[in-house]
């Protein structure tokens, strides 16, 4: 909300309209995932067998993992889970870690095998090109996303799981989904 009004006092100043457009054409195309637009929901299935939304965690931060158990650095990753997890077991945050998989059996046995922790869903189909991972814009893994108590995005590329920084980044979000939208709530 905030950078469409920006934009729109631009182009108000840029009476020549010689950057207009391709800062319009740019904020469209980014537009989607700005910090405080909504993430996208999605249903997916968990290894247990039951499904879970995005929307099931209302409320809480979401710190989204897109991996595949056949990329090395996302199976790196996944062993500091644990750690984030225990980290903040007493806060409101969900690890959620969606694979792209195409061989459903393997993934299955893999986050058995391996006790994964949080929230592992699959998505059904597609690995890249997934309903999902294409709502997310995932062009590769493993890829991130950390999304505020109220649904919406706080940041589109957050600090690895495995990165010491990503547990001060996780300690700053919490409460900033609403802050940030009572300072658009201002701006109106």
């Given at each position: 909300k905030y950078?469409?009004?920006m934009l729109?006092?631009?182009?108000?100043?840029d009476?020549?309209?010689?950057?207009?457009?391709?800062?319009?054409?740019d904020?469209?195309r980014?537009?989607?995932?700005?910090?405080?637009a909504?993430?996208?929901?999605?249903r997916?299935?968990?290894?247990?067998g039951?499904s879970?939304?995005?929307?099931?965690?209302?409320g809480?931060?979401v710190?989204?993992n897109?991996?595949?158990?056949?990329?090395?650095?996302?199976l790196?990753?996944?062993?500091?889970?644990?750690?984030?997890?225990?980290?903040?077991?007493?806060?409101?945050?969900?690890?959620?870690n969606?694979a792209l998989?195409?061989?459903?059996?393997?993934?299955?046995?893999?986050?058995?095998?391996k006790s994964?922790?949080?929230?592992?869903?699959?998505?059904p189909?597609?690995?890249?090109?997934?309903?999902?991972?294409?709502?997310y814009?995932v062009?590769?893994?493993?890829?991130?996303?950390?999304?505020g108590?109220?649904?919406?995005?706080?940041n589109t590329?957050p600090?690895?799981l495995?990165s010491?920084?990503?547990?001060?980044?996780?300690?700053?979000?919490?409460g900033?989904?609403s802050?940030?939208?009572?300072?658009l709530?201002?701006t109106?």
């Amino acid at each position: 909300k905030y950078s469409t009004a920006m934009l729109a006092e631009f182009h108000n100043v840029d009476t020549g309209n010689l950057y207009y457009p391709a800062l319009q054409a740019d904020f469209n195309r980014h537009k989607d995932f700005a910090i405080g637009a909504p993430a996208p929901n999605f249903r997916l299935a968990t290894a247990a067998g039951d499904s879970v939304n995005l929307h099931d965690y209302t409320g809480k931060l979401v710190y989204l993992n897109f991996w595949k158990s056949t990329n090395g650095l996302s199976l790196r990753d996944l062993a500091y889970a644990q750690d984030l997890i225990h980290r903040f077991e007493n806060k409101k945050i969900v690890f959620i870690n969606i694979a792209l998989d195409e061989n459903e059996q393997a993934w299955r046995q893999l986050v058995k095998a391996k006790s994964l922790p949080g929230v592992q869903v699959r998505a059904p189909s597609g690995g890249l090109h997934s309903v999902v991972a294409k709502a997310y814009a995932v062009q590769e893994v493993p890829a991130y996303f950390l999304i505020g108590e109220d649904g919406t995005f706080l940041n589109t590329k957050p600090k690895r799981l495995s990165s010491r920084a990503a547990i001060d980044e996780i300690n700053q979000a919490f409460g900033k989904a609403s802050t940030y939208t009572s300072s658009l709530e201002a701006t109106k």
